[in-house]
């Protein structure tokens, strides 16, 4: 059992047939109440992770038959829901553990769509129907319904400008297919543009000499911060240009005052940290690691200690 999945869109659809709703950046869930109050948790791969969730399991409605569609979620330290504030917790399956996880990492789930109900298979009907009888039902504790809008602009701007990753359009005739990725739904992603230090590069794989992705961090007071490994948009002439201003700068070891993983650090060269370059990111705040990043240029016009 697999959710149904959104097509990514160019812009916000508008008129009375569309609904909008934020999209979050977080753990895709169904979850199927058959008998008694726990619920059995799908991930995306159609896989049972109940156990990862102890905190969530347990349906607010009691044992009442229902199937519904949503995603978990956590909040970061800026107040904003963040994949990988639960990577820690997504993969845990000992219980223990996952309780004692549950209490530093809170975790909600945003209840999006309702597919069955009382035995009655609700899939065939359009969504703005399973919507109100999902609204109806009084969900509140540990799982949350979020609101739907009729102004998709006004809440892709909202989005943007709060630092949440997007919105996701609904057309409310649609009815629902399990694992499909389907046209009636358009998910639309925010891209944000920030400033970085180079701290060091890595080699293309299959070359030592070739640079393929950068290591970037954010200046603050307790020095150079790592904030992830940018490799998407280097290629052809941007990986020759970058090359050659990092090669007179190289170190022997990192600049960075923290600890920079072993996946990333493994045969980094390491360089001074005086080259600033341009990244779009999912994220809004240089404080948070980068998710999804795409190196946009060197900024020359920029020291690292513009960026504090």
Request: glycine share 10%; net charge neutral.
């Given at each position: ?16 047939e ?48 229902l199937?519904?569609d ?14 990988r ?72 701007d ?46 293309q794989?299959?070359?030592t000499?070739?640079?393929?992705a ?50 990333d ?44």
């Amino acid at each position: 059992m697999r959710p149904m999945l959104a097509t990514p869109g160019r812009h916000v659809p508008t008129g009375g047939e569309w609904t909008h709703e934020v999209k979050w950046d977080g753990v895709r869930i169904l979850a199927d109440v058959t008998s008694g109050a726990q619920a059995r948790f799908y991930s995306r791969n159609g896989n049972v992770v109940s156990a990862a969730w102890p905190d969530l399991v347990t349906s607010p409605l009691g044992d009442r038959d229902l199937l519904v569609d949503g995603e978990v979620i956590a909040l970061n330290e800026d107040g904003l829901p963040d994949f990988r504030v639960l990577q820690e917790r997504m993969h845990v399956r000992k219980h223990v553990q996952a309780l004692r996880l549950a209490e530093t990492v809170p975790a909600t789930y945003m209840v999006f769509d309702l597919l069955r109900l009382d035995g009655v298979d609700l899939t065939g009907r359009p969504l703005a129907e399973r919507r109100e009888l999902l609204t109806g039902l009084g969900i509140d504790t540990g799982w949350q319904v979020p609101a739907a809008y009729d102004d998709g602009s006004m809440l892709f701007d909202a989005t943007l400008q709060q630092g949440l990753e997007g919105i996701v359009s609904k057309r409310l005739s649609s009815r629902y297919a399990f694992g499909q990725r389907t046209p009636h739904w358009l998910k639309l992603a925010h891209r944000h543009r920030l400033s970085y230090v180079v701290g060091g590069w890595r080699p293309q794989e299959g070359s030592t000499t070739r640079l393929g992705a950068l290591l970037v961090g954010e200046p603050t007071a307790d020095g150079l911060l790592y904030r992830g490994r940018v490799g998407s948009g280097i290629a052809g002439r941007a990986s020759t240009v970058l090359a050659e201003l990092l090669a007179p700068l190289g170190r022997a070891d990192s600049p960075f005052a923290d600890e920079v993983p072993r996946v990333d650090a493994l045969g980094t060269h390491w360089v001074e940290p005086v080259l600033v370059v341009d990244v779009d990111t999912h994220h809004t705040s240089r404080s948070q690691r980068l998710r999804q990043p795409s190196y946009r240029g060197v900024r020359t016009d920029l020291a690292p200690g513009d960026l504090s």
